[in-house]
């Protein structure tokens, strides 16, 4: 016998073997395993996205005490209290709505943990020299996404335009929004956090 015989031989044994039917008590554990793969993935993803949807709660958001300035802007701003009683939370202006830009961010915000563990804005005083920056950074991410995050509470399709100012309105359009390539943050900063000077 040659030797690509004795291997031909070999691989048909192994092929025969895999393909050979199993005894009865081995397929009960066929659909036993599956089951339990099934019900495992499942108790994996609902606590995977039950520890992503803590994160994005503002209790979470606010136990660095880095956070607590930012806090404190946002409750005295229009997203905190208004006529209508809405209130928007850390996530909902910092996280995108879609399930992987949302992923993304959650990731990038795991690198500024190095930031809280350095003492990087552990003062009123660190914070301020560094509002400009942090802002342009949101700001990017909101120009870039085409403020998605606004987006998800306000439809621009949904704006009864003849209840706004003149100027407001024209902006606002379909039109305008098109042409001009502008989206929310262009034109509303501000709006929960205090502006850095000179902006």
Not at 160 to 167: G, N, P
């Amino acid at each position: 016998m040659n030797p690509e015989q004795g291997e031909d031989t070999q691989h048909r044994g192994i092929g025969a073997r895999l393909w050979k039917r199993p005894r009865r008590w081995f397929l009960f554990g066929i659909p036993l395993g599956g089951l339990l793969t099934f019900v495992l993935g499942i108790g994996v993803a609902g606590g995977f996205v039950g520890g992503l949807k803590y994160t994005e709660t503002d209790a979470f958001c606010t136990s660095c005490h880095e956070m607590k300035q930012p806090l404190a802007e946002l409750q005295q701003s229009i997203h905190h209290s208004n006529a209508y009683g809405i209130q928007a939370g850390c996530a909902d202006c910092h996280v995108p709505p879609t399930l992987f830009g949302g992923l993304m961010r959650h990731v990038r915000a795991s690198t500024e943990v190095w930031g809280h563990l350095t003492g990087k804005l552990n003062t009123p005083e660190k914070y301020e020299a560094l509002r400009a920056q942090l802002a342009q950074k949101i700001w990017a991410e909101l120009k870039a996404n085409d403020s998605a995050e606004c987006r998800s509470c306000h439809n621009q399709a949904a704006m009864d335009l003849s209840k706004q100012d003149r100027i407001a309105a024209k902006r606002h359009s379909a039109e305008y929004m098109a042409k001009s390539g502008k989206t929310c943050i262009d034109c509303h900063k501000g709006v929960a956090h205090v502006l850095p000077e000179g902006v």
